[in-house]
T-cell receptor, first 113, second 114 residues
Framework: EAQVTQNPRYLITVTGKKLTVTCSQN?????MSWYRQDPGLGLRQIYY???????DKGDVPEGYKVSRKEKRNFPLILESPSPNQTSLYFC????????????FGSGTRLTVV | AQSVTQLDSQVPVFEEAPVELRCNYS??????LFWYVQYPNQGLQLLLK??????LVKGINGFEAEFNKSQTSFHLRKPSVHISDTAEYFC????????????FGKGTLLTVNP
């Protein structure tokens, strides 16, 4: 089944403790992206990647890092999480050269206390 | 600036009534338009998309949307809603030259009451 898999689904952590949210897709998509969803703000792009070793900032990149060492994986790293990063995070992927939109993961609900 | 506006944050309707969820965008370049649905505690699922051609597009679950270039709108409609349509709906736009980025509206919560 074609899918984007995120882990974990839920995560509660403390301020300053580094964490990684994993994202993997099995569709051989070139494009991958991370969004955060906050009430009343919709989805905002954090980072994106056009292909392996090609990443760039989205609209709200502060406090986040990403890497793209393999085509299928695009982890989101929070080096020193803060309470304002409490949010619902989505990973998405898309084939380039098409306009089929994104396939989304199921989301990761992160709480930073 | 390129932006996406969903005019209603919440839309309550009764079961079997028609519904329209509004979406407008601001852009001087070409656009590709999408509607996504998010059921409670789930991810986003593509409802329909407009890429080119006929301005009336049909999607899953009986939804349809019409692209109006002159009004820069892409409103979502359903002639008769069900309780199971209760969800949050997001309009998303890919602006020409935006490296596949989707810009999302803030969402409309559709609540269908019995």
């Amino acid at each position: 089944e074609a899918q984007v898999t995120q882990n974990p689904r839920y995560l509660i952590t403390v301020t300053g403790k580094k964490l990684t949210v994993t994202c993997s897709q099995n569709m051989n998509h070139e494009y991958m992206s991370w969004y955060r969803q906050d009430p009343g703000l919709g989805l905002r792009q954090i980072y994106y990647s056009m292909n392996v070793e090609v990443t760039d900032k989205g609209d709200v990149p502060e406090g986040y890092k990403v890497s793209r060492k393999e085509k299928r994986n695009f982890p989101l790293i929070l080096e020193s999480p803060s309470p304002n990063q409490t949010s619902l995070y989505f990973c998405a992927s898309s084939a380039t050269g098409t306009n089929y939109g994104y396939t989304f993961g199921s989301g990761t609900r992160l709480t930073v206390v | 600036a390129q932006s996406v506006t969903q005019l209603d944050s919440q839309v309550p309707v009764f079961e079997e009534a028609p519904v329209e969820l509004r979406c407008n965008y601001s852009s001087s370049v070409s656009v590709y338009l999408f509607w996504y649905v998010q059921y409670p505690n789930q991810g986003l699922q593509l409802l329909l998309k407009y890429l080119s051609g006929s301005t009336l597009v049909k999607g899953i679950n009986g939804f349809e949307a019409e692209f109006n270039k002159s009004q820069t709108s892409f409103h979502l409609r359903k002639p008769s809603v069900h309780i199971s349509d209760t969800a949050e709906y997001f309009c998303a736009v890919r602006f020409g030259g935006s490296n596949y980025k989707l810009t999302f509206g803030k969402g409309t919560l559709l609540t269908v009451n019995p």
